[in-house]
Protein backbone atom coordinates (compact mmCIF):
# COMPACT_ATOMS: atom_id res chain seq x y z
CA UNK A 1 0.00 0.00 0.00
CA UNK A 2 0.98 3.38 -0.96
CA UNK A 3 1.66 5.28 2.17
CA UNK A 4 0.29 9.23 2.22
CA UNK A 5 -1.27 9.77 -0.57
CA UNK A 6 -3.52 12.29 -1.90
CA UNK A 7 -6.31 11.64 -5.08
CA UNK A 8 -9.36 12.80 -6.82
CA UNK A 9 -12.40 11.05 -6.02
CA UNK A 10 -14.74 10.06 -9.35
CA UNK A 11 -17.39 12.74 -8.50
CA UNK A 12 -14.14 15.07 -7.57
CA UNK A 13 -13.48 14.87 -11.32
CA UNK A 14 -16.41 15.27 -12.14
CA UNK A 15 -17.37 18.37 -10.08
CA UNK A 16 -13.94 19.62 -12.14
CA UNK A 17 -15.12 19.03 -15.79
CA UNK A 18 -18.72 20.61 -15.13
CA UNK A 19 -17.53 23.87 -13.57
CA UNK A 20 -15.16 23.50 -16.84
CA UNK A 21 -18.04 23.20 -19.17
CA UNK A 22 -20.13 25.37 -17.44
CA UNK A 23 -17.85 28.46 -16.10
CA UNK A 24 -19.15 28.02 -12.45
CA UNK A 25 -15.85 27.16 -10.41
CA UNK A 26 -15.22 24.96 -7.86
CA UNK A 27 -15.62 26.30 -3.99
CA UNK A 28 -14.09 23.88 -1.43
CA UNK A 29 -15.58 24.90 1.86
CA UNK A 30 -14.30 21.93 4.51
CA UNK A 31 -11.97 19.11 5.19
CA UNK A 32 -12.79 16.34 7.84
CA UNK A 33 -10.39 14.15 9.33
CA UNK A 34 -10.03 11.00 11.08
CA UNK A 35 -7.96 8.51 12.46
CA UNK A 36 -8.59 5.43 10.58
CA UNK A 37 -10.07 3.43 13.23
CA UNK A 38 -6.48 3.25 14.50
CA UNK A 39 -5.44 1.58 11.19
CA UNK A 40 -3.56 2.94 8.11
CA UNK A 41 -6.06 4.53 5.54
CA UNK A 42 -6.00 3.93 1.58
CA UNK A 43 -7.85 6.76 -0.29
CA UNK A 44 -10.20 5.24 -2.87
CA UNK A 45 -11.72 7.28 -5.62
CA UNK A 46 -15.42 6.12 -4.78
CA UNK A 47 -14.57 7.68 -1.15
CA UNK A 48 -17.49 9.94 0.29
CA UNK A 49 -16.60 9.31 4.30
CA UNK A 50 -13.99 8.81 6.67
CA UNK A 51 -13.36 5.45 8.33
CA UNK A 52 -13.77 7.12 11.17
CA UNK A 53 -14.31 11.11 11.51
CA UNK A 54 -12.93 12.71 14.55
CA UNK A 55 -12.85 16.45 13.43
CA UNK A 56 -14.39 18.74 10.51
CA UNK A 57 -14.25 22.36 10.13
CA UNK A 58 -13.91 25.16 7.98
CA UNK A 59 -11.12 25.29 5.38
CA UNK A 60 -8.27 27.91 6.45
CA UNK A 61 -7.57 28.91 2.93
CA UNK A 62 -7.02 27.36 -0.16
CA UNK A 63 -3.88 28.95 -2.71
CA UNK A 64 -1.43 28.08 -5.28
CA UNK A 65 1.95 26.45 -4.55
CA UNK A 66 4.50 28.80 -4.72
CA UNK A 67 6.75 26.74 -7.65
CA UNK A 68 3.71 25.15 -9.53
CA UNK A 69 0.63 27.16 -10.73
CA UNK A 70 -1.39 23.59 -11.21
CA UNK A 71 -0.23 22.44 -7.75
CA UNK A 72 -2.79 23.79 -4.60
CA UNK A 73 -2.57 23.69 -1.11
CA UNK A 74 -5.52 23.38 1.39
CA UNK A 75 -5.22 23.82 4.87
CA UNK A 76 -7.80 23.29 8.03
CA UNK A 77 -6.59 24.55 11.53
CA UNK A 78 -7.38 21.82 14.32
CA UNK A 79 -8.28 23.70 17.48
CA UNK A 80 -6.76 22.10 20.51
CA UNK A 81 -10.29 21.70 21.78
CA UNK A 82 -10.83 18.91 19.53
CA UNK A 83 -7.94 17.08 20.31
CA UNK A 84 -7.07 13.50 21.61
CA UNK A 85 -6.52 11.39 18.54
CA UNK A 86 -4.52 10.50 15.68
CA UNK A 87 -4.73 11.84 12.05
CA UNK A 88 -4.29 9.25 9.61
CA UNK A 89 -7.20 10.11 6.47
CA UNK A 90 -8.77 13.54 5.17
CA UNK A 91 -11.40 14.58 2.83
CA UNK A 92 -12.17 17.82 1.05
CA UNK A 93 -15.30 18.43 0.00
CA UNK A 94 -17.02 21.55 -2.03
CA UNK A 95 -19.79 23.81 -1.48
CA UNK A 96 -22.01 20.87 -2.45
CA UNK A 97 -20.92 18.41 0.12
CA UNK A 98 -19.00 16.51 -2.73
CA UNK A 99 -15.53 14.94 -1.31
CA UNK A 100 -13.50 16.31 -3.91
CA UNK A 101 -10.19 14.90 -2.79
CA UNK A 102 -9.32 12.01 -0.29
CA UNK A 103 -5.92 11.92 1.12
CA UNK A 104 -4.08 9.50 3.68
CA UNK A 105 -1.98 10.97 6.49
CA UNK A 106 0.84 10.94 7.74
CA UNK A 107 0.21 9.46 11.88
CA UNK A 108 0.52 12.90 14.00
CA UNK A 109 -1.12 12.58 17.21
CA UNK A 110 -3.08 15.85 18.39
CA UNK A 111 -3.07 15.93 22.37
CA UNK A 112 -6.09 16.80 24.38
CA UNK A 113 -6.35 19.94 26.56
CA UNK A 114 -5.93 17.44 29.88
CA UNK A 115 -2.84 16.37 28.55
CA UNK A 116 -0.88 19.61 29.07
CA UNK A 117 0.63 20.10 26.41
CA UNK A 118 -1.66 21.45 23.53
CA UNK A 119 -2.16 23.18 20.33
CA UNK A 120 -4.09 24.33 17.46
CA UNK A 121 -2.48 21.82 14.45
CA UNK A 122 -2.62 23.02 10.89
CA UNK A 123 -3.29 20.05 8.15
CA UNK A 124 -2.12 20.88 5.43
CA UNK A 125 -3.11 18.73 2.35
CA UNK A 126 -1.77 19.00 -1.42
CA UNK A 127 -3.27 17.91 -4.82
CA UNK A 128 -2.91 18.66 -8.66
CA UNK A 129 -5.37 20.21 -10.76
CA UNK A 130 -6.18 19.67 -14.56
CA UNK A 131 -7.35 22.87 -15.13
CA UNK A 132 -6.37 25.53 -12.73
CA UNK A 133 -8.84 27.89 -13.61
CA UNK A 134 -11.47 25.99 -12.21
CA UNK A 135 -10.45 26.12 -8.52
CA UNK A 136 -11.47 29.06 -6.08
CA UNK A 137 -8.21 30.71 -4.25
CA UNK A 138 -9.64 31.52 -0.36
CA UNK A 139 -9.36 32.20 2.52
CA UNK A 140 -11.25 32.59 5.94
CA UNK A 141 -10.35 35.41 8.42
CA UNK A 142 -12.40 33.56 11.26
CA UNK A 143 -10.34 30.65 11.43
CA UNK A 144 -7.18 31.36 9.34
CA UNK A 145 -3.39 30.67 10.65
CA UNK A 146 -0.63 31.40 8.59
CA UNK A 147 2.23 28.66 7.83
CA UNK A 148 5.58 29.25 8.42
CA UNK A 149 6.66 29.25 4.75
CA UNK A 150 3.48 31.27 3.64
CA UNK A 151 4.54 34.16 6.14
CA UNK A 152 8.10 33.78 5.02
CA UNK A 153 7.03 34.32 1.22
CA UNK A 154 4.40 37.28 2.11
CA UNK A 155 5.46 39.34 4.99
CA UNK A 156 7.80 41.61 4.52
CA UNK A 157 9.13 44.57 6.52
CA UNK A 158 7.39 46.74 3.87
CA UNK A 159 3.71 45.19 4.61
CA UNK A 160 4.44 45.02 8.52
CA UNK A 161 6.10 48.76 8.85
CA UNK A 162 4.49 50.85 6.37
CA UNK A 163 5.30 54.32 5.85
CA UNK A 164 8.73 56.20 5.26
CA UNK A 165 10.47 57.83 2.71
CA UNK A 166 13.88 57.17 0.92
CA UNK A 167 16.95 57.60 2.93
CA UNK A 168 14.75 57.60 6.49
CA UNK A 169 15.46 54.48 9.25
CA UNK A 170 13.37 53.38 11.89
CA UNK A 171 13.80 54.40 15.72
CA UNK A 172 12.11 53.50 18.47
CA UNK A 173 10.55 56.21 20.55
CA UNK A 174 10.23 54.46 23.83
CA UNK A 175 10.88 50.73 24.84
CA UNK A 176 7.06 50.07 24.67
CA UNK A 177 6.57 47.37 21.71
CA UNK A 178 5.69 49.19 18.77
CA UNK A 179 6.04 52.75 19.87
CA UNK A 180 8.28 53.61 16.62
CA UNK A 181 8.95 56.11 13.93
CA UNK A 182 10.45 57.07 10.67
CA UNK A 183 13.18 59.40 10.50
CA UNK A 184 15.96 61.21 9.02
CA UNK A 185 19.29 59.35 9.21
CA UNK A 186 20.82 62.66 10.60
CA UNK A 187 18.05 62.48 13.02
CA UNK A 188 20.01 61.91 16.96
CA UNK A 189 19.25 58.63 18.39
CA UNK A 190 19.58 58.47 21.82
CA UNK A 191 20.74 54.22 22.96
CA UNK A 192 19.95 52.96 26.39
CA UNK A 193 21.85 50.06 27.29
CA UNK A 194 20.51 47.70 30.35
CA UNK A 195 23.09 46.90 32.83
CA UNK A 196 23.85 43.28 33.40
CA UNK A 197 24.68 41.98 36.99
CA UNK A 198 26.35 39.10 37.79
CA UNK A 199 27.25 38.17 41.61
CA UNK A 200 29.75 35.39 42.99
CA UNK A 201 30.80 34.19 46.67
CA UNK A 202 34.35 34.23 46.65
CA UNK A 203 36.46 31.08 48.21
CA UNK A 204 39.49 32.12 50.28
CA UNK A 205 42.39 32.77 48.08
CA UNK A 206 40.47 32.70 45.18
CA UNK A 207 41.86 35.45 42.77
CA UNK A 208 40.66 33.75 38.78
CA UNK A 209 36.97 34.28 38.34
CA UNK A 210 34.90 32.59 35.50
CA UNK A 211 31.64 34.41 34.82
CA UNK A 212 28.60 32.48 33.98
CA UNK A 213 26.37 35.64 32.56
CA UNK A 214 28.39 38.72 31.88
CA UNK A 215 31.68 38.92 29.87
CA UNK A 216 34.65 41.08 30.64
CA UNK A 217 33.95 43.63 27.74
CA UNK A 218 32.33 46.86 29.76
CA UNK A 219 32.52 45.35 32.91
CA UNK A 220 32.99 47.00 36.55
CA UNK A 221 33.88 44.95 38.56
CA UNK A 222 33.18 45.28 43.01
CA UNK A 223 34.03 43.34 46.07
CA UNK A 224 31.90 43.87 48.89
CA UNK A 225 30.04 46.91 47.33
CA UNK A 226 33.68 48.86 46.64
CA UNK A 227 34.45 49.62 42.54
CA UNK A 228 37.99 48.16 41.56
CA UNK A 229 40.15 50.30 39.79
CA UNK A 230 40.71 48.97 36.50
CA UNK A 231 44.36 47.82 37.17
CA UNK A 232 43.28 45.92 40.34
CA UNK A 233 42.07 42.95 37.88
CA UNK A 234 42.90 42.12 34.86
CA UNK A 235 40.65 40.48 31.24
CA UNK A 236 41.86 37.31 30.29
CA UNK A 237 43.16 37.75 26.99
CA UNK A 238 41.54 34.62 25.12
CA UNK A 239 38.61 33.93 27.41
CA UNK A 240 36.40 36.90 27.69
CA UNK A 241 34.41 35.44 30.74
CA UNK A 242 37.70 34.93 32.80
CA UNK A 243 39.54 37.66 34.96
CA UNK A 244 42.01 37.91 37.83
CA UNK A 245 41.83 39.66 40.70
CA UNK A 246 45.11 41.44 41.53
CA UNK A 247 45.04 39.73 45.16
CA UNK A 248 42.84 37.58 46.42
CA UNK A 249 39.80 38.23 49.36
CA UNK A 250 38.82 35.90 52.81
CA UNK A 251 36.42 33.43 52.13
CA UNK A 252 32.70 34.28 50.99
CA UNK A 253 33.19 37.85 50.07
CA UNK A 254 30.98 39.14 47.48
CA UNK A 255 32.09 39.15 43.90
CA UNK A 256 29.69 41.48 41.85
CA UNK A 257 30.13 42.15 38.00
CA UNK A 258 27.96 45.01 36.23
CA UNK A 259 28.04 44.43 32.06
CA UNK A 260 27.09 48.12 30.85
CA UNK A 261 27.54 50.72 33.65
CA UNK A 262 29.23 53.85 32.55
CA UNK A 263 32.29 53.06 34.70
CA UNK A 264 32.38 49.69 33.07
CA UNK A 265 36.55 48.89 31.32
CA UNK A 266 35.01 49.03 27.96
CA UNK A 267 37.36 50.59 25.72
CA UNK A 268 35.60 52.75 23.14
CA UNK A 269 35.99 52.28 19.66
CA UNK A 270 36.26 53.84 16.30
CA UNK A 271 36.00 57.09 17.63
CA UNK A 272 36.16 60.03 15.29
CA UNK A 273 38.49 62.28 16.48
CA UNK A 274 41.06 59.60 16.57
CA UNK A 275 40.68 58.72 12.93
CA UNK A 276 41.30 55.35 13.06
CA UNK A 277 44.30 55.26 14.89
CA UNK A 278 42.27 53.53 18.20
CA UNK A 279 42.18 50.40 16.71
CA UNK A 280 44.59 48.09 17.91
CA UNK A 281 46.30 47.08 14.92
CA UNK A 282 46.16 49.58 11.92
CA UNK A 283 48.53 47.72 10.35
CA UNK A 284 46.08 44.11 9.63
CA UNK A 285 42.99 46.85 8.73
CA UNK A 286 45.23 48.58 6.28
CA UNK A 287 45.93 45.12 4.93
CA UNK A 288 42.10 43.86 4.87
CA UNK A 289 41.21 47.05 2.87
CA UNK A 290 43.90 47.13 0.92
CA UNK A 291 44.95 50.56 1.47
CA UNK A 292 48.74 51.83 1.16
CA UNK A 293 49.94 53.98 4.08
CA UNK A 294 52.41 56.66 3.43
CA UNK A 295 55.27 54.98 4.60
CA UNK A 296 54.71 52.76 1.41
CA UNK A 297 54.04 54.85 -1.44
CA UNK A 298 57.10 56.56 -0.15
CA UNK A 299 58.74 53.15 -1.05
CA UNK A 300 57.44 52.78 -3.97
CA UNK A 301 58.03 56.19 -5.45
CA UNK A 302 60.83 57.50 -3.36
CA UNK A 303 61.19 61.43 -3.02
CA UNK A 304 63.94 62.23 -4.91
CA UNK A 305 62.67 60.48 -8.79
CA UNK A 306 62.87 62.79 -11.43
CA UNK A 307 60.55 62.61 -13.81
CA UNK A 308 59.03 64.50 -17.13
CA UNK A 309 55.08 65.44 -17.44
CA UNK A 310 52.71 66.67 -20.04
CA UNK A 311 50.83 69.01 -17.92
CA UNK A 312 51.26 72.24 -17.41
CA UNK A 313 51.22 72.27 -13.98
CA UNK A 314 52.83 69.16 -11.17
CA UNK A 315 50.76 66.51 -10.35
CA UNK A 316 50.45 65.84 -6.47
CA UNK A 317 53.00 65.22 -4.56
CA UNK A 318 55.67 66.37 -7.43
CA UNK A 319 57.39 69.33 -7.62
CA UNK A 320 58.80 71.50 -11.48
CA UNK A 321 62.63 71.65 -10.84
CA UNK A 322 62.77 75.04 -11.57
CA UNK A 323 65.41 75.82 -9.28
CA UNK A 324 62.70 77.52 -6.68
CA UNK A 325 64.13 77.71 -2.97
CA UNK A 326 61.26 75.95 -0.53
CA UNK A 327 60.68 75.03 3.23
CA UNK A 328 63.11 72.49 4.22
CA UNK A 329 60.45 71.74 7.44
CA UNK A 330 57.45 71.38 4.76
CA UNK A 331 59.97 68.87 2.15
CA UNK A 332 62.15 67.22 4.83
CA UNK A 333 61.82 63.88 3.25
CA UNK A 334 63.12 65.47 -0.25
CA UNK A 335 65.99 67.68 1.80
CA UNK A 336 67.37 64.64 3.07
CA UNK A 337 67.88 63.61 -0.18
CA UNK A 338 68.93 66.72 -1.86
CA UNK A 339 70.65 68.13 0.72
CA UNK A 340 72.28 71.75 -0.55
CA UNK A 341 73.60 70.06 -3.75
CA UNK A 342 71.80 72.42 -6.21
CA UNK A 343 71.40 75.32 -3.67
CA UNK A 344 71.32 75.85 -0.27
CA UNK A 345 67.92 78.52 -0.03
CA UNK A 346 68.53 81.15 2.72
CA UNK A 347 70.83 78.52 4.09
CA UNK A 348 68.53 77.82 7.36
CA UNK A 349 64.79 77.46 6.20
CA UNK A 350 64.98 76.68 2.59
CA UNK A 351 66.84 74.96 -0.02
CA UNK A 352 67.10 74.50 -3.87
CA UNK A 353 65.38 72.34 -6.00
CA UNK A 354 67.61 71.81 -9.38
CA UNK A 355 66.70 74.04 -12.30
CA UNK A 356 66.58 71.62 -15.38
CA UNK A 357 64.39 73.47 -17.59
CA UNK A 358 65.76 73.63 -21.15
CA UNK A 359 68.34 70.68 -19.45
CA UNK A 360 68.64 67.15 -20.87
CA UNK A 361 69.09 64.69 -17.86
CA UNK A 362 72.26 62.84 -18.23
CA UNK A 363 73.60 59.51 -16.28
CA UNK A 364 75.79 59.88 -13.59
CA UNK A 365 78.79 56.99 -13.23
CA UNK A 366 81.34 55.23 -15.49
CA UNK A 367 83.25 57.56 -17.42
CA UNK A 368 81.49 60.76 -15.72
CA UNK A 369 81.89 59.26 -11.90
CA UNK A 370 84.80 61.94 -11.86
CA UNK A 371 81.84 64.28 -11.99
CA UNK A 372 79.84 65.65 -8.95
CA UNK A 373 76.65 63.28 -8.88
CA UNK A 374 74.14 66.60 -9.54
CA UNK A 375 76.79 68.81 -11.24
CA UNK A 376 76.14 70.77 -14.35
CA UNK A 377 78.13 70.58 -17.72
CA UNK A 378 77.59 73.65 -20.19
CA UNK A 379 76.90 73.40 -23.89
CA UNK A 380 80.12 74.58 -25.92
CA UNK A 381 79.82 75.37 -29.65
CA UNK A 382 82.27 73.60 -32.20
CA UNK A 383 82.54 74.22 -35.74
CA UNK A 384 81.96 71.38 -38.13
CA UNK A 385 84.96 71.00 -40.66
CA UNK A 386 85.27 69.36 -44.18
CA UNK A 387 87.82 67.50 -45.44
CA UNK A 388 89.04 67.03 -48.90
CA UNK A 389 91.86 64.80 -50.61
CA UNK A 390 93.07 65.87 -54.83
CA UNK A 391 95.66 65.72 -56.87
CA UNK A 392 97.39 69.16 -56.56
CA UNK A 393 96.77 71.13 -59.29
CA UNK A 394 99.63 72.22 -62.10
CA UNK A 395 102.05 74.95 -60.98
CA UNK A 396 101.15 74.27 -57.37
CA UNK A 397 104.21 73.80 -55.11
CA UNK A 398 104.33 69.33 -55.32
CA UNK A 399 106.92 69.68 -52.10
CA UNK A 400 106.04 67.08 -49.40
CA UNK A 401 105.31 68.89 -45.92
CA UNK A 402 102.77 70.80 -44.31
CA UNK A 403 102.15 74.39 -45.21
CA UNK A 404 98.98 77.07 -44.26
CA UNK A 405 97.63 78.31 -46.96
CA UNK A 406 95.02 81.39 -47.26
CA UNK A 407 91.77 80.93 -47.86
CA UNK A 408 90.94 79.94 -51.80
CA UNK A 409 86.98 79.09 -52.41
CA UNK A 410 85.99 78.52 -49.01
CA UNK A 411 89.26 76.34 -47.87
CA UNK A 412 91.75 77.78 -45.53
CA UNK A 413 93.90 76.40 -42.97
CA UNK A 414 96.42 73.49 -43.14
CA UNK A 415 97.40 71.35 -45.80
CA UNK A 416 99.18 68.22 -46.19
CA UNK A 417 100.84 67.52 -49.29
CA UNK A 418 102.75 64.03 -50.13
CA UNK A 419 103.43 62.24 -53.13
CA UNK A 420 101.70 58.84 -53.85
CA UNK A 421 103.56 55.87 -55.39
CA UNK A 422 102.40 56.88 -58.82
CA UNK A 423 104.43 59.72 -58.79
CA UNK A 424 101.62 62.46 -58.51
CA UNK A 425 101.60 64.67 -56.05
CA UNK A 426 98.23 65.23 -53.49
CA UNK A 427 96.79 66.92 -50.92
CA UNK A 428 94.46 67.46 -48.34
CA UNK A 429 92.95 70.24 -47.33
CA UNK A 430 90.11 71.31 -44.73
CA UNK A 431 87.40 74.53 -44.36
CA UNK A 432 84.64 75.19 -41.95
CA UNK A 433 81.53 74.71 -43.27
CA UNK A 434 79.71 77.06 -40.47
CA UNK A 435 78.10 74.95 -38.66
CA UNK A 436 78.06 75.46 -34.52
CA UNK A 437 76.61 73.52 -31.43
CA UNK A 438 74.90 71.15 -32.85
CA UNK A 439 71.77 69.22 -31.14
CA UNK A 440 69.80 66.21 -31.77
CA UNK A 441 65.73 66.19 -32.41
CA UNK A 442 64.01 66.79 -28.79
CA UNK A 443 60.34 67.95 -27.72
CA UNK A 444 59.47 69.78 -24.60
CA UNK A 445 58.24 68.20 -21.31
CA UNK A 446 57.76 69.76 -17.82
CA UNK A 447 60.75 68.35 -15.88
CA UNK A 448 59.50 67.32 -12.04
CA UNK A 449 60.77 65.79 -8.97
CA UNK A 450 59.04 63.84 -6.01
CA UNK A 451 58.76 64.93 -2.98
Known amino acids: MAEFKTIHTTAGLIAMSQAAATGTPVNLTHMAVGDGAGNAVEPNVNQTTLVREMYRGAINRVYR???????FVVEM??????????????????????????????????????????????????????????????????????SQQW?????????????????????????????????????????????????????????????????????????????????????????????????SYPENTVFLGVQN?????????????????????????????????????????PPGIIDHYAGLTPPPGWLVRDGSAISRTAYSQLYSVLGDRFGAGDGFNTFNLPDDRENFDRGWGGPS???ALGSFQSSSSNALAQFESARNPAGENNASGVENVPANGGWSGWRVTGRSRDGDDHHIRMRNIGVTDPAPRHRYYLPIIKY
Do not use: C
Open 151 to 247: VISNVTAATVIPGGTTGQKLIKESNIDGDYKWADEDAAANVVIEPIEEKQTLASGQTIVNLAITTTHGLAVYINGERLANDQWTADPLEETRLTLAS
Open 261 to 301: EPAGAAAPRLLKYQNLADLDDVEEARHNLGVFSKDDVRQLV
Open 77 to 146: AVPATAGGFTTREAIIYNASGVAFVTSSLSPSYIPSLGEGATADVLVRIEFVASNADVITLQIDPNVAMA
Open 369 to 371: SGK
Open 65 to 71: HISDPTR
